[in-house]
């Protein structure tokens, strides 16, 4: 990300609710979260969600990628979408979560989705440096170090 390496530690953790308590303990303190679904199956865009109410739960500081898989079924057939795309994209709005969809099998969009993760990381951690560091002057509307964040 720009002259920065970023080095992601990535935990692949159990998709089932069953496996909750464990879970936990792999995201705890967690940066980023890809939450993910099968685009051709709405019921696991429902389990998605609930894995979402944990998070923003659970880990404050955690932000939400939601990812829909096996965008490859789709470019077969289209009649396989499961999960209508502006359903997901109202929901990745309301919850302030960036939004993919990717295909492990020909490796569609997964570059990019990594790659945002990285710059966001980047982006939100250097804002956070300097608001700890200088204070945010709550009635300052347009303060230089909100310029600076979002101009880096
Ligand atoms: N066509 C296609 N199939 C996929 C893709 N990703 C995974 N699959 C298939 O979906 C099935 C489940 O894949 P997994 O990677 O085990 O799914 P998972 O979400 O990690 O499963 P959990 O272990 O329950 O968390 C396997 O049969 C995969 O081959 C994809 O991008 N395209």
Not at 42 to 53: D, T
Not at 81 to 97: C, L, M, N, S, T
Not at 111 to 137: I, P, R, S
């Amino acid at each position: 990300v720009g002259d920065q390496t970023v080095t992601l530690g990535i935990w692949d953790t159990a998709g089932s609710e069953r496996y909750e308590a464990m879970s936990r303990i792999y995201y705890r303190g967690a940066r980023a979260a890809v939450v993910c679904y099968d685009l051709t199956d709405s019921s696991s865009f429902q389990r998605a969600k609930f894995w979402v109410n944990e998070l923003q739960n659970c880990e404050e500081g955690c932000r939400i990628y939601l990812c829909g898989t096996k965008s490859d079924l789709l470019e077969e057939d289209r009649r396989k979408r499961g999960v209508d795309f502006h359903d997901v994209q109202d929901y990745a709005d309301e919850i302030k979560a960036e939004l993919f969809e990717t295909s492990s099998k020909t490796g569609q969009s997964v570059d990019e989705l990594f790659q945002k993760v990285a710059e966001d990381y980047v982006h939100f951690t250097a804002f956070q440096v300097m608001t700890e560091e200088k204070g945010v002057d709550l009635g300052q509307r347009s303060g230089a170090y909100f310029y600076s964040c979002c101009h880096h």
